[in-house]
């Protein structure tokens, strides 16, 4: 599959390099393609990856991952371009405002806020409510931990959980794309419990 990450911080680090070792073709965006940040994010892949300006990084993707601080997400996105259309983009930004509290969410969600941005893309939250920590390794005494996604278009979860369950989480649907209100604020939970326990803590969904 090809994937582009457009950011090149530690969760798109983290992707990029559980993606490309399991044979995806990966391309990070970057607006510095041949900048430090961006040869040490294909770096971090063991050279089983690429930078590229968003645009040209996008055009060749099938699934496109937005893996910026939420302060960079519209222009990242309109420096992708039109050829979002059409592209599965999955949305792993969290809207954080200072003092840990959310920038919106009552009657939007950052996801829909990126879906807008993107007329025509196939928006899925997803790889948010965790750390880059458990991006790399999602497993825990031998179980995978949860991975929520939402959004509203089928074929695209469908791909999103694939990936997800590629790097060994536990996926589970919460709905159609207006659930992203509810994953964003569970983000600020794990940030809240990683601050004070460290990162090295996950959520799990137990069944009866």
């Known amino acids: 599959m090809n994937i582009t990450i457009l950011g090149t911080g530690n969760v ?3 992707l990029g390099a559980g993606w490309s070792g399991r044979g995806h073709a ?10 430090e940040k961006a040869q040490a ?5 063991a050279g089983r990856a690429r930078a590229s300006f968003p ?18 997400a519209q222009s990242v996105v309109a420096a992708a371009g039109a050829g979002l259309a059409g592209k599965v983009l999955v949305d792993a930004t969290n809207p954080i405002a200072p003092g840990l509290q959310l920038a919106l969410g009552h009657t939007t969600s950052g996801a829909e806020q990126v879906a807008g941005w993107a007329p025509g893309a196939r928006v899925v939250k997803a790889f948010n409510t965790t750390g880059a920590e458990n991006m790399r390794d999602p497993v825990y005494h031998g179980r995978g931990t949860l991975m929520p996604i939402c959004g509203d278009d089928t074929a695209a979860k469908a791909r999103v ?10 996926v589970v649907d919460a709905g159609g794309l207006a659930a ?7 983000a600020l939970l794990w940030i809240s ?15 009866r």
């Open 12 to 14: 798109g680090r983290a």
């Open 26 to 35: 990966l391309t990070f965006g970057s607006r510095e393609p041949a900048g």
């Open 41 to 45: 994010a294909v770096a971090a892949c």
């Open 55 to 72: 645009a040209a990084a996008v055009a060749e993707a099938e699934v496109v991952v937005l893996a910026v601080p939420w302060t960079a």
């Open 161 to 170: 959980r694939e990936l997800a369950e590629a790097l060994g989480f536990e």
């Open 180 to 186: 992203a209100r509810l994953l964003e604020p569970l």
């Open 193 to 207: 419990l990683a601050r004070q326990h460290g990162r090295d803590i996950a959520f799990q969904l137990v069944r």
